[in-house]
């Protein structure tokens, strides 16, 4: 029996882990999305701090601490103060839930590279995606201005909105894992990745949770050009410092998890010998995300508010129930006629709910294009 | 056991004081912001009592969804400040009497009937949290799948019956 004492502390130093590694995760997130869009761009990006500007987000911190706090006089002064820790927060809760790898022997002891298995591990997801909503909305109401509350007003139409389809997409992981804790839905994928089983379900879930993290193309509550940047425009210094890095966080969250449902998470070749090349399988996937989640920003002008709530309520609601639908059908059908290529059935099903789905938002474009009344 | 006993008393003075917190306080939206916070208190107490599912069932559909509706409506309509307190002038004398009925019959009930409540089982120790799962997961969709089709049928016609109400008919506007 190990003692107690040393269990607390693994939990003290994998917690201060996973924190240190969403700050610099973070700071370098920025500088990462800065290059790759400069890129994309045919632009440099920052190359002046440091060799290839690595310095750049160090400084850009140093500049945000001694940057000079100002808030309204008319704000909620208590509130004001409040909500950027309550839009930070959330993020780093959910990392505890992630396993970022199997069990490794140091130390001559097992170390489990997570800090909570928790069997409702995607409901614990849920709410607390749910409650991050909270911090954006009193944001905007304390800073008491019309373009923050506008901001405000905006992101919490779209977060209910499309908590509704990430809800629901998740159910078909549920289904094909048979658990609801993270680390039996990883070792479920050992066999096959569930993206390959559920292609339109991760799309689903990928959509909606750019559409939670507030990125581009659904960045309506920041929007620049109409509301100055929309909920946090009164913040300023360390305040806006938090804001930034809730989004950025949040980013490497939901990637992080994305890979975890779908992407077989800390799996990968050689990791049963070696688990230690968990977390850098992780650390891969989550890049490759993150990078996708960076070229869409390039590539994708913002959606229109109005476009932005049909499609979530119109195409996404109905897909996710449908995936849902049959996943269970597929699963039910191996389980009576005990054979294998039922499984299939559920990827050729969604690929044609899809299919379905592109038809459906290519007519209507085309007859809100051409159809002037 | 004491540890659980510490958190709990912990846990019931901020969920007091967050409950007075809500009745007390004279700015909507710090009201709703009170009540959140005894939603996520209640919800803890949960996890405290073994039932981790309906803890986080809980935070998802009163913390997540409907409290961020309702402070979206407040913040809709700008109902941040209530007005001052209006009171008809036998609201108090009523409210004290069924106050203090309902105050006896709980006492009543605790001290007097506390023996004949019957066995409690203790939550925690009664079943693994997983099989817990399964077991609510068997009982909807098993034992009680009926009644569960039925307040579902229930829950939708409320919903469609709340669209049909707010919205106009298409006549209406011309005439």
């Not at chain 1, 590279?113 to 749910?130: E, G, R, T, W």
């Not at chain 1, 779209?158 to 990883?186: C, D, F, H, K, W």
């Not at chain 2, 004290?96 to 019959?105: P, S, T």
């Amino acid at each position: 029996m190990i003692t107690d004492w040393t269990l607390w502390l693994e939990w003290f130093i994998k917690a201060l882990v996973i924190i240190f590694a969403l700050l610099i995760g973070f700071a370098y997130l920025t500088y990462y999305e800065r290059r790759a869009l400069a890129r994309m761009q045919t632009r440099i990006g920052p190359n002046r701090a440091g060799p290839y500007g690595l310095l750049q987000p160090i400084a850009d911190a140093i500049k945000l601490i001694f940057k000079e706090e100002l808030s309204p006089a008319k704000a909620y002064k208590f509130v004001f103060f409040l909500s950027p820790i309550l839009t930070l927060l959330p993020s780093i809760v959910i990392g505890a839930v992630i396993p970022w790898g199997a069990t490794v022997h140091w130390f001559g002891r097992d170390i489990n590279l997570y800090l909570a298995d928790i069997n409702v591990a995607v409901l614990f997801f849920a709410a607390i995606a749910s409650v991050s909503v909270y911090g954006i909305v009193l944001a905007g109401w304390s800073s008491n201005s019309k373009y923050a509350m506008l901001g405000a007003m905006r992101s919490t139409a779209q977060m209910i909105s499309y908590e509704v389809a990430l809800g629901i997409s998740l159910t078909p992981v549920i289904l094909l894992a048979n658990s609801m804790s993270m680390r039996e839905i990883v070792e479920a994928q050992r066999s096959m990745w569930f993206v390959v089983y559920q292609p339109l379900g991760a799309l689903i879930f990928w959509i909606a949770t750019l559409a939670e993290v507030n990125r581009a193309p659904f960045d309506m509550p920041e929007a620049e050009q109409e509301l100055t940047a929309g909920y946090h425009a009164e913040y300023s210094g360390m305040k806006f410092a938090l804001f930034f890095m809730a989004e950025y966080q949040k980013m490497i969250i939901v990637s992080a998890i994305l890979a975890v449902f779908f992407f077989g998470g800390y799996l990968g070749p050689g990791e049963a010998q070696y688990p230690i090349l968990g977390p850098v399988y992780m650390f891969a996937k989550i890049m490759i995300l993150l990078f996708v989640m960076i070229w869409v920003r390039a590539t994708w002008p913002r959606i229109r508010y109005d476009r932005l709530m049909s499609f979530g309520w119109k195409i996404l609601l109905p897909a996710s129930l449908a995936t849902v639908f049959l996943t269970a059908v597929g699963i039910l059908m191996f389980d009576v006629a005990k054979n294998a290529l039922w499984m299939w059935f559920i990827p050729v099903s969604s690929m044609l709910v899809f299919a379905i789905c592109v038809i459906g938002v290519y007519q209507a474009l085309r007859r809100l294009t051409y159809e002037r009344v | 056991m004491t540890l659980d006993l510490a958190l709990f008393l912990v846990l019931a003075c901020i969920a007091v004081a967050s409950a007075l917190g809500m009745l007390l306080s004279r700015n909507t939206v710090y009201a709703a912001l009170y009540l959140v916070l005894n939603f996520i208190t209640v919800a803890i107490f949960y996890l405290l009592l073994g039932a981790p599912f309906i803890a986080m069932a809980q935070i998802t559909v009163y913390t997540g969804a409907i409290m961020v509706l309702f402070l979206f409506v407040i913040m809709l309509l700008g109902a941040e400040n209530l007005p001052a307190p209006n009171a008809l002038p036998w609201q108090k004398p009523l409210a004290i009497a069924l106050a203090a009925a309902l105050f006896a019959e709980a006492a009543y009930l605790l001290i007097v009937k506390a023996r004949s409540l019957g066995n409690v089982l203790p939550p925690a120790e009664a079943i693994n949290a997983t099989e817990n799962l399964r077991q609510l997961g068997v009982a909807l969709f098993q034992n009680y799948l009926l009644p569960f089709e039925i307040v579902s049928i229930l829950l939708l016609v409320a919903m469609i019956g709340a669209i049909t109400l707010t919205k106009k008919e298409k006549g209406a506007r011309n005439g």
